[in-house]
């Protein structure tokens, strides 16, 4: 990691498109200005990391969510019964 004192006002290039800007300090905080190309995401840390934990949350197991479903629709059934009854409907087998 570099590691570089700046002041307010000054600047860090990365390459030839990114330019880093100090743009004020102040006492528990320091603003950064980023100056990128459009076609580049910039976004902070701890945003990044709530999108991947939601991204991951709304990849949950179909077959969970279905089981959700199915004991919604028969509470007072045990999940293994209905299971069965489901199958019997499938093969079109009664009782």
């Given at each position: 990691?570099l ?12 390459g030839?498109?990114?330019e880093?800007?100090?743009a004020?300090?102040?006492r528990?905080?320091v ?8 076609s580049?995401?910039?976004?902070a840390r701890?945003t990044?990391l ?6 991951a949350a709304?990849a ?6 279905a ?6 629709r028969?509470p007072?059934v ?8 489901v199958n019997?409907?499938d093969t079109?087998?009664?009782n």
């Amino acid at each position: 990691m570099l590691v570089m004192a700046r002041r307010s006002g000054e600047s860090i290039l990365i390459g030839d498109e990114i330019e880093i800007v100090i743009a004020h300090i102040g006492r528990s905080r320091v603003k950064v200005g980023i100056l990128a190309p459009r076609s580049m995401i910039v976004m902070a840390r701890e945003t990044r990391l709530v999108r991947d934990e939601n991204m991951a949350a709304a990849a949950a197991d179909a077959g969970a969510f279905a089981g959700l479903l199915e004991r919604l629709r028969h509470p007072h059934v045990s999940p293994g019964v209905v299971e069965e009854e489901v199958n019997r409907q499938d093969t079109g087998t009664e009782n």
